[in-house]
């Protein structure tokens, strides 16, 4: 197996990260194969799989990532002569638009910061992540990217270059305003002399003192200080820190295409999604309709 999913990733030619995805989701499939003693896998056994991942409750996200690589993965088997392509047309869940994920308002965002204790180096490094995050709109995995040299001034804008979602290079950047960057600043006082290409917020566990902050060990972080503080939904993550600073910025009156520049959407669709969020909770049809009946 291992020889035959080698000779798939040099024909496609992915990147590391995109091949490890691609290998967990090999794997579950061939693993299902073996578990039912399939040899000779059909097409009624892709469907099967398929139906196999919603039994387990599998997100439809997650169900369509699977059943994508299986059809690249047959189309390189017919390709070759290998293997009929047996999962040619199988469809993925559809997936409803929309955030699986709510949002913060300001005065909560406020309260969490406000929240954290900033006499110790702990402190200092979550209050900085967190208000980066808030702020600036920023994935976990983009946060736990940045080393100190991405952190500088471009002209009179204290900003900080990222690797955004799907790049390879840190060729975007986010402003960070004064008390954020001051934060920033508090934080790596504390750390002292480091490299320029150390991470930019570093662990400070035990196993891995000094290394660079896991975008798991930053999820759990912005969580710890939601559930601390009552925020305790489950629909609320670190994630949620980005969802609430695209829509604080639309509920402001921010152009969409502003506000798509500042969350880095690729199309001005996904910013879409989140104006028509903003616009129906300022929808008054409810309160005008309630007023009539009472």
Same mark, same amino acid.
């Given at each position: ?19 490890? *995805?691609?290998?967990? @989701?090999?794997?579950? #499939?061939?693993?299902?194969?073996? /578990?039912? $003693?399939? !040899?000779?896998?059909? +097409? ?85 992540? *967190?208000?980066?995050? @808030?702020?600036?709109? #920023?994935?976990?995995?983009?946060? /736990?990217? $940045?080393? !100190?040299?991405?952190? +500088? ?142």
């Amino acid at each position: 197996m291992n020889d035959l999913l080698d000779a798939f990733f040099r024909f496609i030619d992915v990147s590391e990260k995109t091949e490890a *995805i691609y290998r967990r @989701a090999l794997r579950r #499939l061939f693993g299902y194969f073996t /578990s039912n $003693a399939i !040899i000779r896998p059909s +097409r009624d056994d892709i469907l099967n799989f398929r139906r196999h991942l919603e039994r387990l409750s599998r997100k439809p996200s997650t169900i369509a990532l699977y059943l994508s690589v299986c059809r690249r993965f047959f189309t390189w088997t017919a390709h070759t002569g290998l293997y009929p392509n047996i999962a040619f047309g199988i469809k993925t869940p559809k997936q409803e638009p929309g955030h699986k994920r709510d949002y913060l308002c300001a005065g909560q965002l406020r309260k969490i910061l406000h929240s954290i204790d900033r006499s110790t180096p702990i402190g200092r490094r979550n209050f900085a992540v *967190i208000a980066l995050m @808030a702020a600036g709109g #920023l994935r976990t995995i983009e946060v /736990s990217r $940045a080393n !100190i040299e991405d952190f +500088r001034k471009v002209g009179r804008h204290t900003c900080l270059f990222i690797q955004g979602k799907g790049r390879n290079s840190k060729s975007e950047f986010v402003k960070v305003p004064a008390p954020v960057s001051t934060a920033i600043c508090e934080y790596l006082r504390e750390r002292g002399q480091v490299n320029n290409t150390a991470p930019l917020f570093a662990s400070m566990s035990y196993r891995n003192m000094n290394g660079r902050l896991s975008a798991r060990s930053i999820s759990f972080i912005c969580k710890s200080a939601m559930q601390e503080n009552g925020f305790t939904s489950n629909r609320l993550t670190a994630h949620s820190l980005r969802h609430s600073a695209i829509t604080i910025a639309l509920s402001a009156g921010i152009s969409l295409s502003e506000v798509q520049a500042f969350a880095r959407h690729k199309s001005i669709t996904s910013t879409m999604i989140y104006a028509h969020h903003v616009d129906r909770l300022n929808s008054t049809c409810e309160d005008t309709v309630c007023s009539a009946i009472f």
